[in-house]
């Protein structure tokens, strides 16, 4: 069964920075459009950012030049590197994965997900 599982989550005070990792099992992330999601409490989940099979990538406004998604093909794993942390960015961060011909669609449905990895930003 294909799996993700995300790591990297943690406790920063603003201004601070932190790297996600998401280690893909049975499943190859260069294949795939791949993504980071997050869900802070109350709030709907929102796509952070997208990397697709050719490395076409989007980032959230809210996160633009400061977060930036990429992967390792040879390690099959994703990461998100995250500077400049606000409180805002408080979330349980999930990584996860379409299945795609060509680039990610601008509303990724994705097939898979991880648990997710906590992120709390304290001001």
């Known amino acids: 069964q294909e799996q993700l599982m995300e790591s990297g989550g943690g406790s920063v005070q603003a201004g601070g920075s932190l790297t996600l990792s998401c280690s893909a099992s049975r499943l190859t992330v260069s294949n795939y459009c791949m993504a980071w999601f997050r869900q802070a409490p109350d709030k709907e989940r929102e796509a952070v950012a997208t990397l697709g099979p050719y490395g076409d990538t989007r980032h959230a406004d809210s996160v633009k030049g400061r977060f930036t998604i990429s992967k390792d093909n040879a390690k099959n794993t994703l990461y998100l590197r995250m500077n400049n942390l606000k409180a805002e960015d408080t979330a349980m961060y999930y990584c996860?994965?379409?299945?795609?011909?060509?680039?990610?669609?601008?509303?990724?449905?994705?097939?898979?997900w991880g648990r997710g990895t906590q992120v709390t930003v304290s001001s």
């Open positions: 996860a994965a379409q299945f795609v011909f060509g680039a990610c669609p601008v509303e990724v449905s994705p097939n898979f």
